[in-house]
């Protein structure tokens, strides 16, 4: 093992340089996309979309007033924890974005960031009337109307607000659709980017997004 | 109460009312407002300014800024009300009197496009990369703006006048400067 690809050179806060033998990583798992064979590639979807909608990871963004009800829905009484919904610190170990009302167009420049650094796959649901068309909020200045056309949903909630039962209801539609595996945007908001930052841009006057945002 | 109107009327010449039980409204000059608030300030000893208010009388073409203060001793409040004139409007700063009106007065400078000159932070407050007037203006149409710069969602053109319904409804009378600053 003297070989010199194996030895990398680690810089310490000290300047002082030191020389480190590499990690020798485990062989990675092979993902469902390699399996060649189709009736195995159906299988193996099968099993993955069962594990993921069954363990969603839920980043509530808590706009508005439908930030209230998302403590009902996963305390006790309504415990959403028995269909594997449960809260995510980061954007980045999340699953489903939950957007709970009206956004402005501040917020809004917040919630692309925050969908931009989820991973796939990657889900969507929009509550309360107020993503809808714009709810109460339909002729304010400062407020969005259709969030679908800055970010892609995959699940609508409505009322105003719906109740922890209607959450509980959209969720259930979601884990449906991910099933069938009609769920996950990110692939869709890829493709079509150039729309979506063409919508973005319309409203958000000052684009002062990081490099990494402009794409 | 008392001493606070006859001291009030016999240095700056004003006439203060009494509004209810322990508020006193007085209203004054453009150019003597930051000596009066200096002066409940430093002689009668309200201490804190609750707020700085902006009304629109659109009508008779001022805006009308009512500085609130407060005093501990008695729980007295002082609003002092002061009109300026709507076009090119522009106040006098009086953030060397209470670092906190700093705040009021740039939300005023964004929502009602006044101007303080001296401001110690004269930059956006709330509104991110505005472009359109200042939104809290009465002549602002709201409804109007919305539709032109975001898009909708089509179903919502049968939507009733709930207002119109309403005064239908009561026969309430509604005078004709706020039809004409109504939404429709």
């Known amino acids: 093992m003297s070989d010199t690809k194996d030895i990398r050179i680690i810089t310490r806060p000290t300047k002082e340089q030191i020389e480190q033998a590499k990690i020798d990583f485990a062989p990675r798992c092979t993902s469902a996309g390699r399996v060649n064979d189709k009736e195995t590639q159906k299988t193996v979807e099968f099993i993955l979309n069962f594990a993921r909608k069954h363990s969603l990871f839920l980043l509530a963004y808590g706009t508005g007033c439908g930030a209230i009800e998302i403590p009902a829905t996963l305390t006790s009484r309504y415990d959403a924890e028995r269909l594997g919904i449960r809260g995510a610190a980061t954007p980045r170990q999340a699953d489903v974005l939950m957007i709970t009302g009206y956004l402005s167009v501040k917020t809004l420049k917040r919630v692309i960031r925050v969908y931009e650094q989820m991973q796939d796959p990657k889900y969507v649901v929009a509550f309360g009337s107020c993503t809808i068309n714009g709810g109460m909020y339909f002729d304010s200045y400062n407020t969005i109307k259709a969030l679908d056309r800055y970010i892609p949903v995959d699940v609508y909630i409505a009322g105003c607000m719906p109740r922890p039962e209607a959450v509980l209801k959209g969720f259930a539609k979601l884990q449906e659709m991910i099933q069938n595996g009609n769920a996950g945007n990110g692939e869709c908001y890829r493709k079509n980017l150039d729309w979506y930052r063409a919508n973005q841009r319309k409203v958000i006057k000052n684009w002062d997004f990081p490099d990494e945002y402009n794409w | ?184």
């Open chain 2, 1 to 184: 109460m008392e001493t606070i109107i006859t001291k009030l009327n016999e240095i700056f010449n004003v006439r203060p009312k009494i509004l209810r039980d322990r508020q006193i409204t007085v209203e004054v000059d453009k150019n003597r407002v930051s000596s009066m608030l200096l002066y409940l300030k430093n002689q009668m000893g309200f201490i804190h300014l609750n707020h700085i208010s902006c009304v629109d009388w659109i009508e008779e073409g001022q805006f009308e800024l009512v500085y609130i203060v407060w005093r501990p001793e008695d729980k007295t409040t002082v609003l002092v009300k002061t009109r300026i004139d709507r076009e090119n409007p522009e106040m006098e700063n009086i953030d060397t009197i209470w670092d906190q009106a700093h705040t009021y007065e740039r939300e005023i400078r964004e929502m009602f496009g006044i101007e303080f000159p001296g401001l110690k932070a004269p930059r956006e407050f709330i509104l991110e990369g505005w472009e359109g007037p200042p939104p809290m203006r009465r002549d602002f149409d709201t409804r109007k703006y919305a539709m032109e710069t975001y898009e909708t969602r089509p179903g919502r053109e049968d939507a009733q006048n709930v207002r119109e319904y309403i005064t239908k409804r009561t026969g309430e009378k509604v005078p004709d400067f706020a039809k004409k600053y109504s939404r429709d």
